[in-house]
């Protein structure tokens, strides 16, 4: 059963203007110190004159844009925990279109980028929901956990993936007929009712359906038959959230090559059916022969990593991989912070403008945490010579030491690795600050995924040393868990 949800718990907001530029800002939320979550002036006034109080539904309304803040976030949680329940189990496979996305969280670049982070999600949820209500919700959030472990565990495939859209793009050099193939599907002009929309929607907005990401990924494979690392570059280059870890191998799943053998078809039908009539699809390929690939390599082990000296003068540097500095754990006295803007290498070929403002407003909201919390001035860290940038900062700082969150495989970890060496040379070391949510749950991202979803309930009892977590979701659960 779920819990009654308490009037202290409900979100209500008030708007206000936010300035002179015509844009809108949260100002009250009762129940909750969240200020200035920031809207588009134009979702203010579809939401009604100023000083409105606001329900859950005009916030889960707000899907566009995503302000790049903490508090927007979690205003959005907030507003999606009373659906977070069965009523989400129910109706989260359903893609109504970017006008109406009430059923899924919409928290997706929030989490991504840990201006929210998983725990915080969880921990939330679970105050207002039984564990047995929310265990989907919970599973879904566990899935971007279980990418990133996989991946970390196997840090070859990464590598191939990168080595492989450098050979698609080879090959659109050389075939002009796949040239012409995959600029009509990236542009929206195959034809393809549904497809077509989701390209656009895609490059308009940073954000698709769940759903609406296996069927393009399933049409772009096996009905266009286009090199599924374009199609996962593509997406890498234009989500908000676009995870390195869930956004490859999820890929590699539709195609066959993650769950060896087992392809993911787009059928009419169901296309139909979930998007509720919206969509009608004709020509979509019937069968789904798995792709072709190196063998999945065996699961490594997670690398041991140095603790943090606090005897020696230290800097922090933060990055688009971990936005929570104010819930770093092992952070030692501060003498510098530091943000670096890694978004223009992001995916191989870049990244849209979007995805590029989004993140740049991302880090400079941490930023503005992070001189609260620390109280010192942050420095922005961008350009190509960053790396150069880098070590003038902290020798101008007189840094002997920089901590930084823990980046998982993808591009800022490439760059994290490049740094330490280059910050070695100057005797400068760099330390990695792990979250204990990833060390605990990464290690049993072994095998496949239901085998990992076992591990949850004993995960969220044992295994975190997030504040308040193990007690939200009651000793009822402890056994649930298959032992290790």
């Not at 006034?45 to 606001?54: D, E, K, Q, Y």
């Not at 787009?266 to 069968?287: K, Q």
């Not at 082990?301 to 230290?314: G, I």
């Not at 670096?340 to 930023?367: F, K, M, N, Y």
Request: proline fraction near 7%.
């Amino acid at each position: 059963m779920e819990k009654a949800l308490a009037r202290p718990r409900q979100l209500t907001l008030r708007i206000g203007p936010a300035g002179g530029d015509g844009r809108y800002c949260v100002v009250e939320m009762i129940g909750e110190d969240l200020r200035k979550a920031g809207m588009a002036s134009a979702d203010a006034a579809a939401l009604g004159s100023t000083g409105r109080i606001l329900d859950a539904t005009d916030i889960l309304r707000m899907t566009q844009p995503f302000p790049p803040r903490r508090d927007a976030g979690l205003a959005r949680l907030h507003a999606f925990l009373p659906r977070a329940g069965q009523r989400y189990a129910a109706e989260r496979n359903h893609d109504r279109g970017p006008a109406d996305r009430g059923n899924v969280s919409g928290l997706g670049p929030y989490v991504r980028h840990r201006l929210v982070t998983e725990a915080e999600v969880i921990r939330h949820v679970l105050d207002v929901h039984s564990f047995g209500a929310a265990e989907k919700f919970i599973q879904e959030q566990f899935w971007r956990t279980y990418w990133k472990g996989w991946l970390e565990l196997r840090p070859q495939v990464w590598r191939d993936w990168l080595a492989g859209v450098a050979e698609a793009r080879r090959r659109l050099d050389r075939d002009p007929g796949l040239h012409d193939c995959y600029t009509d599907a990236v542009a929206g002009r195959t034809g393809i009712d549904g497809f077509d929309a989701w390209a656009a929607e895609l490059r308009e907005t940073g954000y698709l359906h769940n759903h609406a990401r296996m069927w393009f990924a399933s049409i772009w494979i096996f009905t266009l038959r286009l090199p599924w690392e374009l199609g996962a570059e593509f997406f890498l280059r234009h989500l908000l959230d676009g995870d390195p870890a869930s956004n490859t191998l999820s890929w590699r799943w539709v195609g066959g090559l993650q769950t060896v053998g087992k392809t993911y078809l787009a059928r009419r039908d169901n296309i139909r059916t979930y998007t509720e009539g919206r969509f009608d699809p004709v020509g979509l390929a019937t069968s789904a022969a798995p792709l072709t690939g190196t063998p999945i390599p065996p699961p490594g082990t997670l690398p041991a990593l140095p603790v943090a000296d606090p005897t020696v003068r230290t800097g922090l540097l933060l990055h688009e991989d971990d936005l929570a500095p104010e819930s770093l754990a092992g952070v030692p006295p501060l003498a510098a912070v530091a943000v670096l803007d890694t978004a223009p290498v992001h995916s191989p070929h870049g990244v849209s403008e979007r995805v590029q403002t989004w993140v740049s407003g991302a880090l400079a909201d941490a930023a503005q945490r992070a001189g609260k919390a620390f109280g010192l001035t942050p420095d922005r860290l961008t350009g190509t010579d960053w790396c150069a940038r880098m070590i003038d900062w902290a020798r101008a700082a007189g840094l002997a030491q920089v901590v930084a969150p823990y980046a998982p495989v993808g591009p800022t970890a490439d760059r994290l690795a490049a740094l330490e060496t280059a910050l070695g040379d100057a005797g400068i070391q760099l330390v990695r600050l792990p979250r204990p949510y990833d060390r605990a749950s990464w290690p049993h991202a072994t095998r496949g995924y239901f085998a990992f979803k076992e591990k949850i309930p004993r995960l969220l009892t044992k295994a975190w040393r997030e504040p308040g977590l193990c007690d939200s979701i009651g000793h009822a659960e402890e056994t649930d868990g298959a032992a290790d």
